[in-house]
Each structure stands twice: as structure tokens, then as C-alpha cells.
């Protein structure tokens, strides 16, 4: 029997470019007939026209289905319905917006074919079509993300890749209300195969990451994946700690001959240092605990608004 591969595509506000995606889409599928494909596509909450341009396409391409998501829940959330309603024998999570070149599913399919679970795109080099700001940022996501979770993440590395239904199933199981699948899916293991690829400009619109967002995201996935920032406090403190009491010995031998110690501005600076400072690390203290009372409410991780999938189950839907 032929082997069924679903491709799960996240849209928010891609109006413009899922049209030109299906239509790449239907070619290749017709190319490479040794395998059943089907498509997904999981509308984000869109505000443009992105559910009508879907809706119309669902009704001339048999093999595209839709699930739209009642709110904008996150790319990654979005994903996650997506590959929850996937039913193939592998799965295939790309862009919407033509970033990810259709050429490497051929290569993904080999890999799987080969004994892989997880074939991953990562960025060969940066292109020209990203600026000096944002391949630097990218940079010091993907070195302090890697530092701090021991995960060993690429720089450059996308959401664009192929796994086994079994890998999908583990994924299924995921409950976390802040999923940061890029780590995920280093964190689940399995024979993995990473694949460089330069990627593709953005056919129409612009991303949908800000400065904001990112450093959002990168906190977000960092304190998911580790604890290393509150051990930090307890380095520093304890840094902090013997560098004063090295200073103690100085103040005792000043009263002793007498030594007048003035310095009402090196006390001011020093209250204001480790006010900040400690103000830091309780925020740190408080993403952690905020962590704690997300994941403990008994909200549903999202909520599918209406799908096209008569299958579907309908596991998170109130439809
Ligand atoms: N996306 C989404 N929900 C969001 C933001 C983005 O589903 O809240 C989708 C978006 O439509 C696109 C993909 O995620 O298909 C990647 O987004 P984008 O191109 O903005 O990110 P970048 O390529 O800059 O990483
Ligand atoms: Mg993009």
C-alpha cells in the first residue's frame, strides 16, 4: 500500500501566499506520485482573508484540509493541532509563506525511507535577504538557547521538517502550554538527520517575528528547557558573597587605626547594583513560578474553531 505523508503548515495573515503554496503544492504531489500526500493547513486565528482563500482551495484540492484555530495561539501551538489531527506515515511541518523549498521533501522522504525519524532543515548560511540586526540575533538566540538547555541546537535552525508517525505520536503527547517544539524535538531523541538549506524570500508580507517576540520566545524556551538560570543566582550570589567578605577584613583594619571610610556615592551605587540585581533574579524566580500556575490550569492547549476533517478527532474542538 502506498505510505501516506501529511504536510502541517501554520498560516497567520498568509492570504497572499497559500494560494501560490497549494498551487506548488499540487504540482509536486502529481511529481511524486509514489506516495499519497495530504496537507493541513492550521489557520492561527488569521485577520485577513486567509479562511475564505482556504475554504476555496479545500474545495478544489481533495487532498487539502483546514482546522482553524478559534484565537492566534502561536506558530509552534498551532503546529502542535496540526500534527495532533496528522494521520500519515510521516509527517512534514513547513512555512507558509514559501520560505521552505518544496526540493528538500524528496530528500526528507530518502532519509525517512532510510531510518530516520526526525530529517530537519537547518540554514546553510545566512542570505543576503537577512539583515546585519536579525542574523545577529539569530546568532545569540541560537548560542544562549544551546548553552543554557544542553540541547544542542544549530544556528539557523527551522521548523521545517519531516518525522515518523511514531515520533508524531510522542509529540501528540506533549501537554505543555508554552511548547517550543525546535527543542522538543531535540530533546525526544530518536536518529535524527539535520539537512542545510538556504532558504527562500518570503513571497508576500513580513515575518511575523518582532525584536519583542523573539526575546519573548527565547526566554520562553530557554526556562522550558532548563533550570540553569536559577543556579546562576546561586553562583552569583555566592561570587558576590566571598568578593565581600574579602572586603570585611579592609573595614575592620581601617576602624582599628582609625581610618575614617567615606563614600556615601559608592553606597548609593552599590544599594542600586544589587537592588537591580536582585530584582532580576526574582523576575527570574517569577517566570518559573508563572510557568508553574500556566501549566497547572486545566485549559485546553487550544481550541479548533471548524475543520474540514470528518476524522478529526475532535480532541481539544468544540465544533
Ligand atoms: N505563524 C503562525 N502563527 C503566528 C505566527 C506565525 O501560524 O502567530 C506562521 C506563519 O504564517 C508562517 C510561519 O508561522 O507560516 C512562520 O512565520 P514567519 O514567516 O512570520 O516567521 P519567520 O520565517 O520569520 O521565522
Ligand atoms: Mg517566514
Request: hydrophobic letters at 40%; one cysteine or more; aromatic letters at 14%.
Amino acid at each position: 500500500m502506498e505510505k501516506v505523508i501529511t504536510l502541517v503548515i501554520p498560516a497567520y495573515n498568509e492570504e497572499h501566499n497559500l494560494p501560490v503554496l497549494v498551487k506548488k503544492l499540487s504540482d509536486f504531489f502529481q511529481q511524486y506520485s509514489r506516495y499519497r500526500f495530504e496537507c493541513i493547513i492550521v489557520d492561527d486565528g488569521s485577520t485577513d482573508h486567509s479562511r475564505e482563500v482556504i475554504k476555496k482551495l479545500s474545495a478544489e484540492y481533495k487532498w487539502l484540509y483546514y482546522l482553524f484555530l478559534s484565537r492566534n495561539f502561536g506558530k509552534d501551538i498551532a503546529m502542535k493541532a496540526g500534527i495532533d489531527q496528522a494521520r500519515g506515515d510521516a509527517i512534514i511541518t513547513m512555512d507558509a509563506d514559501g520560505q521552505h523549498p518544496l526540493d528538500l521533501i524528496p530528500r526528507f522522504i530518502q532519509e525517512w525511507e532510510s531510518g530516520y525519524d526526525v530529517v530537519y532543515a537547518y540554514r546553510k548560511e545566512a542570505s543576503d535577504h537577512y539583515t546585519y540586526m536579525q542574523r545577529l540575533r539569530s546568532r545569540l538566540f541560537y548560542v544562549i538557547a544551546s548553552k543554557l538547555t544542553d540541547l544542542d541546537m544549530e544556528e539557523g535552525l527551522s521548523d521545517f521538517r519531516l518525522f515518523s508517525r511514531r515520533v508524531a505520536q510522542i509529540i501528540t503527547q506533549f501537554q505543555d502550554k508554552e511548547l517550543f517544539l525546535r527543542a522538543i524535538f531535540k530533546w525526544i531523541g530518536f536518529k535524527q538527520k539535520g539537512v542545510p538549506y538556504q532558504p527562500l524570500q518570503r513571497e508576500y508580507g513580513t515575518t511575523k517575528y518582532t525584536l519583542r517576540s523573539l526575546i519573548r520566545l527565547s526566554l520562553q524556551g530557554i526556562t522550558s528547557f532548563s533550570v540553569k538560570p536559577l543556579n546562576m543566582a546561586i553562583y552569583l550570589g555566592l561570587t558576590i558573597s566571598i568578593l565581600s567578605s574579602l572586603y570585611i577584613p579592609y573595614v575592620i583594619w581601617s576602624f582599628m587605626y582609625n581610618h575614617p571610610i567615606s563614600g556615601w556615592a559608592s553606597m548609593i551605587v552599590t544599594i542600586a547594583f544589587f537592588g537591580g540585581l536582585q530584582l532580576m533574579i526574582l523576575g527570574i524566580i517569577g517566570i518559573y513560578i508563572g510557568k508553574l500556575f500556566i501549566q497547572t490550569q486545566f485549559h485546553p492547549p487550544y481550541i479548533i474553531e471548524s475543520t474540514n476533517m470528518q476524522s478529526a478527532s475532535y480532541l481539544h474542538s468544540y465544533t
